[in-house]
């Protein structure tokens, strides 16, 4: 009898592997080949438009534009991609609307190629995910699956944007809640993943890869200095992510037609690139890949990519957070390097991942993206940096819509369960006694420690 169990058991896994290594094969096809299309209009457009020097003048038409085609098209596709993706999961079964796949291409594209400041790699999720959505439902999954495939589709959409395979797959099942992880997607996930990669890379796409040579050897002084930048890179993500909320808040108290508030939001942004410059305009690649080469930065930088990101995600704008996280992680972290007395490439490198970690909620993803990136010998460091900079930024996060699965700390009650946006009305408690009691039991173990030193 125990022989027939554990043949059938071994079956059944046996049947399940073969099927989602083959859906998810499917799923890393569509999504590779659909990013690489979303990738080469985008650069395409970004190149014709930059041509002239003035193009960001151009930036409040296309953010009225981008508001008026959301709002009676495809309210869907509003804001920065991943967030939709993770609400339709957590509240609506996995039901998307496919009209958000070409509505978001296209607001996309606009957005960023007269300036705005969003990224690439949360329209590549959502896109990802509705064809998921399509193909699970031209097929008729049930809900289960259903919801599994668009898991596997925002892993393939982050996999094929940034070329960072692993670091995808983990990220699709990592992002949806705080404090667990999505096991039993994993193994499609992987698999979408390197598909979706190697489908875009075959296509063309070119990925950023930059690995550090110059990590100082272990030592107390820098491992002590990693985790001073990791606590700062924390605060970092904090500030982003509260900037973000109160620029939503403002947008929110100016009733008027929707639309007009692009217009409003392009027109501030137009007058501070002329006050700033025009670098915190579009991705901001330039200054990416500079930082991390070790070209000098402002030390204002990080603060001013903040605040285009926040007025174009709150007004109109559409596009990913991702990209904008890495430009503040990386100009963020080439201050730090330089007043930690370290190489500032090194610590835009720890910045860059750490500034994910934190923001997004994604500790392991972005470790392995830190080696995906930047190779093995940054990684030891990389990783302690994005734990404390996760820690460090609280219950928060740049997608109101992760689901807290368990808190950051054993001394904080939070329901299980709870929705990351409607922490604001609810008041978080501490466990009780659970410090008061720590910090007495530390005092009475030190005072038996003195008491048996003097009796000696």
């Not at 500032?344 to 991942?353: D, K």
């Not at 990351?420 to 501490?430: A, G, K, Q, T, V």
């Amino acid at each position: 009898m125990k022989r027939k169990q554990i043949l059938l058991e071994q079956s059944v896994l046996f049947i399940s592997v073969i099927k989602w290594f083959l859906l998810a094969t499917c799923i890393g096809i569509i999504v590779g080949a659909s990013t690489a299309f979303f990738i080469k209009i985008l650069r395409y457009c970004s190149v014709e438009t930059s041509a002239y020097k003035y193009y960001f003048f151009l930036l409040p038409v296309a953010l009225f534009f981008s508001g008026l085609v959301v709002k009676y098209l495809c309210p869907e596709a509003k804001g920065h991609g991943t967030e939709k993706v993770i609400e339709a999961i957590h509240r609506y079964s996995g039901k998307m609307n496919p009209l958000a796949v070409p509505v978001k291409l296209v607001v996309t594209v606009i957005t960023i190629a007269f300036g705005g400041s969003v990224g690439k790699e949360g329209p590549a999720a959502q896109i990802g995910a509705g064809l998921s959505y399509i193909f699970a439902t031209i097929f008729r999954f049930n809900k289960k699956d259903r919801r599994k495939l668009i898991i596997c589709g925002i892993s393939a959409g982050f996999a094929s944007v940034f070329g960072t395979p692993i670091a995808g797959a983990i990220f699709g099942v990592e992002v949806l809640s705080v404090g667990s992880i999505f096991y039993d997607v994993m193994f499609p996930s992987f698999v979408a993943g390197i598909i979706s990669y190697q489908v875009s890379s075959s296509m063309g796409v070119e990925y950023f890869y930059n690995p550090v040579d110059f990590v100082p050897s272990f030592s107390e002084g820098f491992f002590i200095k990693v985790l001073i930048g990791a606590i700062f890179f924390g605060l970092c993500s904090l500030l982003l992510i509260e900037t973000l909320k109160l620029a939503e808040k403002a947008s929110r108290k100016i009733r008027i037609w929707e639309p007009f508030k692009g217009l409003i939001g392009g027109s501030v942004l137009v007058v501070l690139a002329l006050i700033t410059s025009t670098r915190y305009l579009g991705l901001g690649l330039d200054t990416i890949e500079g930082a991390l080469q070790g070209d000098s930065v402002m030390p204002f930088d990080f603060l001013l990519k903040i605040v285009f990101t926040s007025i174009t995600l709150a007004f109109c704008g559409s596009g990913g957070m991702v990209t904008p996280i890495f430009f503040v992680g990386v100009t963020a972290g080439s201050i730090a390097g330089l007043f930690l007395g370290y190489d500032p490439a090194m610590f835009a490198a720890i910045g860059m991942v750490s500034l994910l970690a934190g923001a997004a909620n994604t500790p392991i993803s972005a470790s392995i993206m830190a080696i995906e990136f930047f190779g093995p010998e940054l990684a030891p460091y990389a990783a302690v940096s994005c734990i404390v900079s996760y820690l460090m930024t609280g219950h928060r996060s740049v997608y109101p819509s992760q689901v807290i699965a368990s808190t950051k700390s054993p001394s904080i009650f939070i329901e299980s369960g709870t929705v990351m946006e409607d922490l604001d009305s609810i008041r978080i408690r501490l466990r009780p006694h659970s410090i008061t009691d720590a910090v007495f039991r530390t005092l009475r173990r030190l005072n038996k420690i003195k008491e048996s030193l003097f009796r000696k």
